[in-house]
C-alpha cells in the first residue's frame, strides 16, 4: 500500500503543479504565499526551514515577489536583524484567485467520477488532514530520510 500510495503522490504533485501555474508565478512561488496568507508574517529562516529550502534560495525568491508587490518585507521588532516577510493584500487576493481556481478545476475532475469514488475521496480527507498537519508541526527533514 505504502509504494502505491508513494506513487500516487508523485502524479498529484504534477497534478498540483499544472493547477497551480499562474502567470509567471512558480508553484514555489504560490505555495509561499498560500502559507504567508495562511500563518501569517514569518521570518525568512523559517520560511526556508518550513519550504525545505537554502535561505539565500527562500531570499532570492522573497526579492522577487517583494518586487512584483506581491509580498513586503519589515525588520522583526524583537530582532533588530530579524527579517518579517508578509503577504500584501495583492498577494492575499492572488493566493484567493487561485485558490478558487483550482477548487474549480478539481470539481470539474471529481465530477467525472462515478458517486462512490467521489465519497471515498471525501472520506479520506479527514485522515489526509491530520496526516499533513502532523507533518508540519515536525521537523520536516525527519519524514526525508
Known amino acids: ?23 509567471d508565478l512558480s508553484m ?12 501569517g508574517p514569518q521570518r525568512l529562516t523559517e520560511l526556508a526551514h518550513g519550504e525545505g529550502v537554502s535561505q539565500p534560495g527562500m531570499t532570492q525568491l522573497v526579492r522577487r515577489l517583494e518586487r512584483d508587490g506581491w509580498v513586503r518585507r519589515s525588520t522583526s521588532s524583537t530582532d533588530r536583524r530579524g527579517v518579517l516577510v508578509e503577504v500584501t493584500d495583492a498577494g492575499r487576493d492572488l493566493v484567493g484567485l487561485r485558490r478558487s481556481q483550482r477548487a474549480a478545476a478539481l470539481d470539474r475532475m471529481l465530477g467525472t467520477l462515478p458517486p462512490e469514488d467521489q465519497a471515498a475521496i471525501d472520506l479520506a480527507l479527514p485522515a489526509l488532514t491530520r496526516l ?3 507533518r508540519t508541526t515536525a521537523n520536516p527533514q525527519e519524514y526525508a530520510r
Open 1 to 23: 500500500m505504502h509504494n502505491e500510495l508513494a506513487v500516487l503522490l508523485e502524479q498529484l504533485t504534477r497534478l498540483v503543479r499544472q493547477l497551480a501555474t499562474a502567470g
Open 28 to 39: 514555489s512561488a504560490l505555495m509561499l504565499l498560500s502559507r504567508l496568507e495562511r500563518e
Open 132 to 134: 499533513i498537519a502532523a
